[in-house]
């Protein structure tokens, strides 16, 4: 039993990292429609990895080992954090290594990670990108932490694979309203957190509005398409572990069969179609805000994840 | 209370403190051949340490009874007494280990022309030292005070070290000052504590039935008197002047270990002395501790000088750490012990920590001082070029204090959220909505740390040097790499190991909160609570970590290339680039202040559009020196004009106020 949790534990983590990239061309697709533009082909992204992969990589003049090893590491956080995350199975004998909070921390860590090696070339976009994810960090942090507060009252844990099966184990389909807020509350965060509208533009190269894109302005080549490839992850992370906490059903549990498993996957891949859709619906709806609207933006995520908070320990739902 | 056996761990302890006093001492024999007291003294002090932080592994081993004895010093009435129990040798632990790698550090550090004499220094650095172990093992008010007094003491003459700078002398005077209204604080809770007894072993005030008024009275002095050693704010006014005054090492003697003895006050006199009190004492500590956190950490986002930042990062986590204790207290009063174990051992876990990684970024400090003569954050940039070794285990540093997995700062914090976690089941109406709020800011606190962090790390060490003398810059000497090296150590070993430090601290909340923080299934998981509602393992994610960036490396390299070339810096296309367009500190710290923009007290000078040479100068400062301090000190000073109305100047006065003061004394008596 443990070497087939352990085989699931690898297969999950490369279904992620497989996954990812097709998560990112979905939404890049949506868009497009969207906004009336003739879409790219649903696997562009692994041209992309390819052709970035395929180049010789232009290292600044100045860079230095913090700036070559700082894809690595970005890429290896995402990696670790998607063995984590039960978004097939919660029979994963590794998910225990972190729970919420701790993932959190990992995320965090490929934050930093990226921010320092956008300050090492040292020109002015870098460091201004640096600063300004930062701040974008600190500021969603605590509102990512109400939310799983929310979680942690409701199911009683801050692990997810324990939230999944607390989740699972009620026998009606059960909304609780405090979940309510802090799902609003934690889109607000995986919007800001992903760089996405209307915090920040995926698509643009504008350079006074730009911030993920600032940070890696310098990279090239097999180093760019690590970082562009953590940052689908990353979004596919945040969708798996929304997954996890709010929208649960068809995650497999402990001891399930190979079909049940056929069926989690599924589940999964039906699940990411909508919300890749709601996502890009959402992003060409809103337009992107001012800097220093965010912290608003983020403010506002705190504040409903504390209303759900509120709302279960007053009204116990 | 027995004479002391000769090979007791306590009667060592007392050895070494002794051996730290005669290596001080052998200082003042050539107090100027850098050989002698830099090379030799240093290392062997820096031995003594490690044999303390034995000792102190020794009482926190589970067979370990608490051992104490009565020496022969002292007042004929008051001898001193002494105690060695599990929390003492948690801090003498703490002390010993991170003072170790200070002293090898400041053995390659310290060298001429740089005010006090090296020998003298190495006198009142172990005094220091020495001063820091006695307060911990003192098992008397009287002791105590004496011990406090020393190190308040000798910290002074080390901050003042190059005294003949004028601020260095102000930046003294203001340490030297707050110390004593912190000690004045300590002295009268101390005169409650008795509890009408007179006696002034720990024994008895441990004894001692207080009614609940006099026991907050009590607490409430402990609480001022050792915040402000601690830096609890609004009595922190002091760390950001005396720390970047003093010499590096110093700095980080004080700040990663006197800070510490702080701490150890307050657990000492609140959960060991003083009975378990309401709950507004924990509340208080907490909303304190959690204020404290919060101020530093905003303030040290938009320093420009780096010790400074520093400075004002050690009362952030100060503030945690008081957190913690505030919520260990909360907790005590509901008799919630499991979770007033857990929220004790994240605080003693992060005491442990800051004095690690705090050292160790101080120590830093210093290496990049010497090697450039800079303390200015605008005047570096780009040393990872010319100091790749001091710039390694500055990163260690950096990540560890930006609580980021896998290094020893997110153990503390994540023990530190999952005790708020459990707030909720407070049995009060209006705690259990408002203490859970707390945890959001301890997360806030803890990003803003991260975004300090990458200011500190990005200015100093990456990018392009700001100054072109910059590029002479070399790297630390191979002393100052081992302290280094020994620091960074410990940060990631508590990163890795867990929850061997939570059983070690377990021996510690045992006696003080009646609970232990639960054993995991196995000694590489940390599941503070139970296994199934959080855990997290150091071991397996460093190993998750590694394991996933070395496949990674290797797959890349394997199945595409490993070719680069370099070229000039891309920037959008932008040629002509210079070391100044980077952000500079101030520029980094941007986003804060026109985030928290009405917490500070700016000044601003903007540049006209038709300056020839545009100036800009922003002046930030901190709203408590002018509507606190400054008033206070006018008050002082009127008060002090009044009485100046006595002193007349003349002898035969003053002799007559003596006459009429005995007088009326008799007559009181009589």
Not at chain 1, 226 to 255: D, M, Q, R, T
Request: aromatic fraction near 12%; include cysteine.
């Amino acid at each position: 039993m443990t070497a087939v949790a352990y085989a699931w534990q690898v297969g999950e983590c490369l279904l992620a990292i497989a996954l990812a990239p097709l998560f990112a061309g979905w939404v890049g697709q949506c868009r497009a429609w969207l906004q009336n533009r003739s879409a790219p082909p649903l696997w562009q992204p692994y041209r992309v990895l390819r052709k970035l992969f395929h180049k010789d990589a232009a290292l600044a003049t100045h860079a230095s080992w913090l700036f070559r090893a700082a894809p690595y590491v970005v890429f290896s956080t995402m990696v670790v954090a998607a063995a984590i995350i039960p978004s097939v199975t919660t029979d994963l004998p590794l998910a225990r290594v972190a729970d919420a909070i701790a993932l959190v921390g990992v995320f965090a860590t490929g934050r930093v990670f990226i921010s320092l090696a956008a300050m090492d070339v040292g020109t002015a976009f870098g460091s201004m990108g640096a600063r300004r994810e930062m701040m974008i960090g600190f500021l969603a942090e605590p509102a990512l932490l109400m939310v799983l507060f929310c979680a942690f009252m409701t199911y009683g844990s801050t692990a997810l694979p324990s939230v999944v099966e607390g989740a699972l184990s009620q026998h009606a389909v059960v909304l609780h309203p405090s979940l309510f807020f802090a799902g609003v509350a934690f889109v607000m965060v995986l919007l800001a957190e992903n760089a996405r509208l209307p915090v920040d533009n995926p698509s643009t190269h504008l350079e006074l509005t730009m911030i993920h894109e600032a940070m890696i302005l310098e990279y090239s080549a097999r180093h760019l398409a690590l970082l562009e490839w953590a940052s689908w992850l990353k979004l596919f992370n945040y969708a798996c572990i929304g997954f996890a906490l709010f929208l649960p059903w068809g995650i497999a549990v402990h001891g399930a069969g190979i079909g049940l498993l056929a069926l989690a996957i599924g589940a999964l891949l039906v699940k990411l179609v909508i919300a890749g859709a709601a996502l890009a619906l959402f992003e060409t709806l809103s337009a992107k805000l001012r800097l220093f609207r965010a912290p608003e933006f983020l403010t506002m995520a705190f504040l409903f994840a504390v209303l759900g908070l509120l709302v279960y320990l007053l009204l116990g739902v | 209370m027995s004479a002391l056996a000769i090979n007791t761990p306590l009667a060592l302890l007392l050895d070494l403190v002794a051996a730290w006093l005669l290596v001080g001492a052998l200082g003042l024999i050539q107090p100027n051949r850098i050989g002698w007291v830099a090379r030799t003294l240093f290392p062997l002090g820096a031995l003594v340490a490690l044999g303390v932080a034995g000792m102190g592994t020794l009482a926190l081993a589970t067979d370990f009874t608490v051992q104490s004895a009565v020496l022969p010093l002292g007042l004929p009435d008051l001898p001193f007494h002494v105690r060695l129990d599990a929390l003492s040798g948690f801090f003498l632990l703490l002390l010993g280990s991170a003072g170790a790698g200070i002293s090898i550090f400041a053995a390659g550090y310290f060298r001429h022309g740089e005010g006090t004499a090296p020998g003298l220094l190495c006198l009142q650095y172990h005094v220091f030292l020495a001063s820091m172990a006695m307060v911990i093992l003192a098992d008397d008010a009287y002791l105590f005070m004496v011990a406090w007094e020393t190190m308040a003491l000798s910290s002074y003459f080390l901050v003042t070290a190059q005294h003949r700078l004028p601020e260095i002398r102000r930046a003294g005077f203001l340490y030297l000052l707050m110390a004593h209204v912190g000690a004045l604080g300590i002295l009268l809770c101390f005169g409650v504590l008795h509890g009408g007894s007179w006696q002034m072993t720990f024994a008895a005030m441990r004894g001692a039935t207080l009614a609940p008024a006099w026991a907050s009275v009590a607490f409430v002095l402990a609480l001022f008197g050792f915040g402000a050693k601690a830096g609890l704010v609004p009595l922190h006014v002091w760390l950001p002047e005396a720390h970047p005054a003093a010499p590096s090492p110093v700095s980080a003697m004080m700040s990663g270990l006197m800070l510490k003895v702080g701490v150890y006050g307050l657990l000492r006199v609140s959960l060991d002395l003083l009975h378990v009190g309401p709950w507004w004492w924990g509340l208080l500590t907490l909303g304190l501790g959690l204020g404290t956190a919060l101020y530093g950490a905003i303030f040290a986002a938009v320093q420009t000088d780096m010790k400074r930042l520093l400075a004002y990062s050690s009362i952030e986590n100060i503030g945690l750490i008081f957190a913690g204790v505030g919520l260990a207290l909360l907790c005590r009063s509901f008799d919630m012990r499991l979770l007033a174990a857990l929220a004790l051992a994240a605080a003693l876990i992060h005491a442990f920590n800051h004095a690690f990684f705090k050292s160790l970024l101080f120590l830093v400090t210093g290496s990049v001082m010497h090697a450039t003569g800079e303390r200015s954050l605008g005047k570096l940039g780009g040393l990872i070029r010319y100091m790749p070794w001091v710039a390694a285990l500055a990163l260690i540093g950096s990540l560890a204090i930006a609580g980021l997995p896998p290094l020893n700062g997110f153990v503390s914090e994540w023990l530190l959220l999952q005790a708020f976690l459990q707030t909720p089941h407070i049995p009060h109406a209006f705690l259990n909505m408002i203490v859970p709020l707390g945890a959001a800011i301890v997360s806030l606190t803890a990003a803003l740390a991260g975004y300090v962090m990458v200011k500190f790390y990005g200015v100093i060490f990456l990018g392009q040097p700001r100054e072109p003398s910059l590029e002479r810059a070399h790297d630390a000497g191979w002393l100052e790499r081992i302290g280094l090296g020994w620091l960074a150590l410990g940060c990631i070993l508590i990163g890795v190991f867990p929850q061997v430090a939570l059983d070690v601290v377990g021996r510690i909340t045992q006696p003080l909160v009646g609970a232990t923080v639960q054993r995991g299934p196995s000694p590489w998981w940390m599941t503070p609570i139970a296994s199934n509602q959080a855990s997290y393992s150091g071991l397996w994610l460093w190993l998750g970590l590694l394991l996933a960036i070395g496949a990674t490396f290797v797959l890349v390299r394997r199945f595409y290339h490993g070719r680069a070339r370099r070229t000039p810096a891309w920037d959008c296309g932008y040629p002509w680039q210079t070391p100044r367009m980077q952000d500079s500190s101030e520029g980094f710290g941007q986003p804060i202040r026109h985030l928290f923009g009405p917490v500070f007290r700016m000044e601003r000078e903007l540049p006209l559009p038709a300056d020839v040479q545009p100036q800009y100068r922003v002046k930030v400062e901190e709203r408590f020196w002018h509507a606190l301090y400054l008033p206070l000190a006018r008050l002082v000073q009127r008060i002090a004009e009044r009485v100046t109305i006595l002193q007349g100047g003349r002898l035969a006065i003053y002799l007559l106020y003596s006459f009429m003061t005995l007088l009326l004394l008799l007559v009181w008596v009589l």
